[in-house]
């Protein structure tokens, strides 16, 4: 029978997030026999407060393709926020209102859905910039926890440095840097901006993007992340194409 099988039992509940009831619904099995091999196992019961956090919340099944989105925007400008310790959102802020949209419209493919409507803000300055900001999920606190620190954002070490992830991290931190060489020919390069981050959270990306076969260096006057030129081209291919018509500036080299 499943349910005696502690390691199957324990991913049901501590990993999924299933009550005792619905995995008692699956094995056909009252409540109370879920419980006494949770006893019996040693596998931790969640407090009253937490189960009816869990009960009443929204949940989503991020994909791998969602997981490498969110890393790409949390390298940038995406930020995750928590009022609770069961649960997070996602929170948006951009210039351009296309952007925005093209944020709530994925998150929702991604089973996210937005909290209220888009908000339109004016900045001290006089600029107009657009709000988003998602509903709570448990499984959006699984990855905060990965990328803070006591609130703090940092670079998971282990993160790993998709075509997706980097598309996304180049669209919120990134651009292109144009320079006027010999015999006054431009060249141009990438830079991601990563002065919030710790100088060796930049060296360890730096190391993985070497490791990817593109030149890059760190400037540690402004602690930020040069592609070189002759990567440039390379890295922009292997991203693939912008997603939205309002950075495609950023693709300029095409």
Not at 8 to 14: A, G, T
Not at 136 to 149: A, G, Q, W
Not at 233 to 249: A, H, N, R, S
Request: net charge positive; charged share 25%.
């Amino acid at each position: 029978m499943l349910y005696k099988n502690k390691e199957w039992l324990e991913n049901k509940y501590l990993n999924e997030k299933l009550s005792k009831v619905k995995i008692a619904k699956i094995c056909n099995v009252s409540r109370f026999a879920i419980r006494y091999h949770m006893k019996k196992m040693n596998i931790p019961i969640r407090s009253i407060s937490e189960a009816h956090s869990l009960a009443r919340g929204n949940h989503c099944n991020l994909t791998v393709e969602a997981k490498q989105w969110l890393n790409g925007e949390l390298l940038g400008d995406g930020c995750l926020v928590s009022y609770s310790k069961y649960s997070a959102s996602f929170a948006y802020t951009s210039k351009y209102l296309e952007y925005i949209q093209y944020v709530s419209d994925t998150l929702k493919s991604f089973g996210i859905m937005q909290s209220a409507g888009i908000r339109e803000a004016i900045g001290k300055q006089g600029n107009v910039y657009y709000q988003y900001h998602s509903l709570n999920y448990p499984e959006l606190l699984k990855i905060k926890e990965i990328f803070y620190i006591n609130n703090k954002k940092i670079i998971p070490r282990n993160i790993d440095l998709t075509p997706l992830t980097l598309r996304q991290w180049y669209i919120g931190d990134g651009g292109l840097r144009y320079r006027i060489g010999k015999n006054n020919k431009p060249q141009l390069n990438i830079i991601l901006y990563t002065c919030g981050f710790t100088k060796e959270e930049v060296k360890n990306i730096i190391k993985k993007l070497i490791n990817m076969g593109f030149g890059a260096t760190q400037q540690l006057s402004r602690n930020i992340i040069g592609i070189s030129r002759k990567s440039t081209k390379d890295f922009l291919e292997f991203i693939g194409e912008c997603p939205v018509q309002c950075y495609q500036y950023k693709w300029g080299i095409k």
